[in-house]
Antibody
């Protein structure tokens, strides 16, 4: 099982980025896939999840600004970040929940990709 | 959303000692949906415990979890040098998951 994130970088406030998470060793369609972020020197903040059936949920802090999606043909999960703010600066991790149909813990994590929002 | 409050914020102990970390929820959490993670500097978090008390694959038995309702505990018996890290609890009982703010376990 492996998760590899990419797409981070420096962006101005109000800008956009799209993060990618390529999965190998399992299929994203059979699992819940999450994004979790960590601001510099701070704790973990859960951001979003996409369920097996495609349903999505978001933390209040990113609702209506971020969008999680997936491309099953590429076994890849995405996080579209719009209307970025300085407080969105963080390492963004992709993580799997190996569900059996019920919610499950985050058992595999990628190495993270850094998003910096600054002018 | 369920708020998880961890205590203490920092715990200073020596190798060989027993660590007790607390996680308190703002409302009842189904114990099936409570997990603990360990994070070391520069690394991604690692799943330690799920379902309140089930150790993840490869986790040594000095790590144990307990609790129910709004109060959960992670216990590390006989601290090893590699156990000094930050620990997070997490609930996945609701559609919006949440983490606690973390407890830093440091060497005394």
């Amino acid at each position: 099982v492996r998760l590899v994130e990419s797409g981070g970088g420096l962006v101005q406030p109000g800008g956009s980025l799209r993060l990618s998470c390529v999965a190998s060793g399992f299929t994203v369609s059979s699992n819940y896939m999450n994004w979790v972020r960590q601001a510099p020197g701070k704790g973990l903040e859960w951001v979003s999840v996409i369920y097996r059936a495609g349903g999505t949920y978001y933390a209040d802090s990113v609702q209506d600004r971020f969008t999680i999606s997936r491309d099953l043909s590429k076994n890849t999960v995405f996080l579209q970040l719009d209307s970025l703010r300085a407080e969105d600066t963080a390492v963004y991790y992709c993580a799997r929940s190996a569900t059996d149909g019920r919610p499950a813990p985050l058992d595999y994590w990628g190495q993270g990709t850094l998003v910096t929002v600054s002018s | 959303d369920i708020v998880l409050t961890q205590s203490p914020v920092t715990l200073s102990l020596s190798p060989g000692e027993r660590a007790t970390l607390s996680c308190r929820a703002s409302q009842n959490v189904n114990s099936v949906f409570l997990a603990w993670y360990q994070q070391k500097p520069g690394q991604a978090p690692r799943l330690l415990i799920y379902g309140t008390s089930i150790r993840a694959t490869g986790i040594p038995d000095r790590f144990s979890g307990s609790g129910s309702g709004t109060d959960f505990t992670l216990t590390i018996s006989g601290l090893e040098p590699e156990d000094f890290a930050v620990y997070y609890c997490q609930q996945y009982d609701t559609s919006v998951y949440t983490f606690g703010q973390g407890t830093k376990l440091e060497i005394k």
